[in-house]
């Protein structure tokens, strides 16, 4: 296979990937095609490259100069502008994880003063508490994350580009050493226990309810901006009625996930049938009455360590389209330029598995964090 296919298929596969992931749609394909020539490459090599329009490429460029080093370089005798992303591979996934860092900070900075704004009102009823209460959780696990990421971030530097792991604590595997660590765990996932009695407990009052309603949907503006607009309808709505049903704290049922969300019921119905099969919600009955509830059944440390299993699945999804890609490179073709194509794809497919591991042992490394900080609560407690 002649490398021109086999970049064409590398830069269309990336795009998709990342389309709406952090990037906007052609912005990865776009810096790809300059980044897999790995020389200065002018706008007509992109635009045969990716298929792309003068014009989107011209857009895509300012953009991408924003977050990576990418080059403008004029030649002497042409009027023709060239571009280069002056790095290696290594640099640009190091680049990469700086990138996740800075979106995902900007991702939660706007909680705070909705908190703010919501706490005047957490006497009045019960839901704003509980709307409160639930930011406040998705901040500070969200912070956690983040803070993990960037405490780690140098860590990850030095994986990409020794391979090796050089800091103890980022490797630390203490929490498999104790009984007590492991059973707190083991709480820390567990789900929920259904409550055996619940209510719908409406509110009443209709400036309240609109108050209500104006404060979570603020909310799930910025939410939904944050979804990949790669994904489906249905998977769009079950995110988002995952997200509802953990907000609220409480069984609901369809009819209020429609009216909290606006989805469809044959959309609600659909996302709720994958929440049952994944077994991230219970259906719940009430005695003598038809109508369905469904709980949330995931607890926040679950939906944190999912973060990190995301990351690993991505990178697993990647290495595997890689690795097919670089078996199409015929291993006893010569060709000089076949051989640096090959050459860049094996570099990719090795950050990508540094970027695996990272995340692996970001895991244990989070684990470890919340066993301390048991560990420290029992000290002090036992102290008083």
Known sequence: MKPDPIKKNFIKLMDEIHTGLLFPKNYFGCMMAVFIE?????????????????????????????????KQIKKIGTRKKFYKIDISTEDFMIVFLTMIIDTYKDKIDFLIPLIKEIDPYTHNHPRFNNLKQFLEAYYRFSTLFINLLVDTADEFGDMIKTGKIKSTDLSNIDILNSQEALNYIQNLLNPPIPPQHFSERPIMDKKLAELYSQFKNKFFQKFRENLTIARSQTEVARVIIGTEMLLEKRPISQEEIRKATN??????????????????????????????????VQSWDTRTINRFKININYANEMKEKIRSLIENIEPEDTNSEKEV?????????????????YFKLLEVKYLNSRVKEYMEMNKLNSSK
């Open 263 to 296: 989805f469809q019921r044959s959309t609600i119905s659909n996302a709720l049938k994958i929440l049952l099969e994944r077994k991230m919600i219970l259906l719940i009955k009430q005695p003598h009455i038809r109508k369905k509830y469904y709980l949330m």
């Open 38 to 70: 790995q020389e200065p490459t002018t706008q007509d090599r992109i635009k045969e490259l990716t298929g792309y329009s003068k014009t989107t490429i011209s857009q895509m460029l300012k953009l991408i100069q924003v977050n990576f080093p990418l």
């Open 341 to 357: 194509l090959k050459e860049f794809l094996e570099q990719i497919h090795y950050s990508y598995d540094q970027f695996e591991q």
